[in-house]
């Protein structure tokens, strides 16, 4: 579950510096990143992961409150009420309740908004990157039970869209993600973010509510 996790902090959160402020040209950039964001009504992103364990490819589909996450052989169904993760190799489903509006780190749906309670910002530097200028922004958590020591994330400078992010945990492991295809506004209905049993036969349901 480390990737899911480490993902839906990220695909969840964007975190920051330990300077205890907030950086005037670090908010205009994410305000616009997630003004822009804020107004898709849903919105499907390919990326890859890389992290100690080794590399992989994901795929995000989000919509309101819904989202559902393929990453590393496990699938994350939820709806706004139910977060059902199945796992692949054991053929295995745990279910349990799930809170879109609750404070959690782990909630994809918040991510381009996540930024503005409990992180500090800081605008670091402008790179190149295949064609594109990105703007980089560093998050520091400025809560102490966080186990994230900064979040690294660059936004592209011309369309606000976020184009890769890295984690540094305080125990030094770095996981990055970089966004290789982004489509805005996808058709996916309501039943897309919810597990269809049927279609995988055999599967252990384990209800953890």
């Not at 990453?71 to 349990?96: A, H, P, R």
């Not at 966080?146 to 592209?156: G, H, L």
Request: hydrophobic share 30%.
């Amino acid at each position: 579950m480390n990737k899911i996790l480490g993902t839906l902090i990220l695909v969840t959160l964007l975190t920051l510096p330990a300077l205890a402020q907030k950086d005037k040209r670090a908010q205009t950039i994410l305000d616009g990143m997630s003004k822009k964001y804020q107004a898709m009504k849903s919105y499907q992103a390919s990326f890859t992961y890389s992290g100690a364990g080794g590399g992989t490819k994901g795929d995000l589909t989000v919509k309101n409150d819904k989202f559902r996450l393929l990453l590393g052989g496990q699938e994350v169904f939820t709806d706004g009420k139910t977060m059902s993760t199945y796992i692949k190799e054991s053929n295995e489903l745990n279910v349990q309740d799930y809170e879109a509006g609750s404070g959690s780190e782990l909630n994809p749906t918040q991510i381009y908004t996540i930024y503005k309670r409990g992180f500090d910002y800081r605008y670091l530097k402008q790179i190149k990157q295949g064609g594109r200028t990105l703007e980089v922004i560093e998050l520091t958590p400025n809560r102490d039970k966080s186990n994230i020591k900064t979040v690294q994330i660059s936004v592209d400078k011309v369309d606000k869209s976020v184009r890769n992010w890295e984690i540094v945990n305080k125990d030094g492991k770095r996981t990055t993600y970089t966004i290789t295809k982004f489509t805005p506004n996808v058709n996916a209905p309501d039943s897309y973010f919810v597990f269809d049993k049927s279609r995988y036969p055999g599967v252990e349901v384990v209800d953890l509510r």
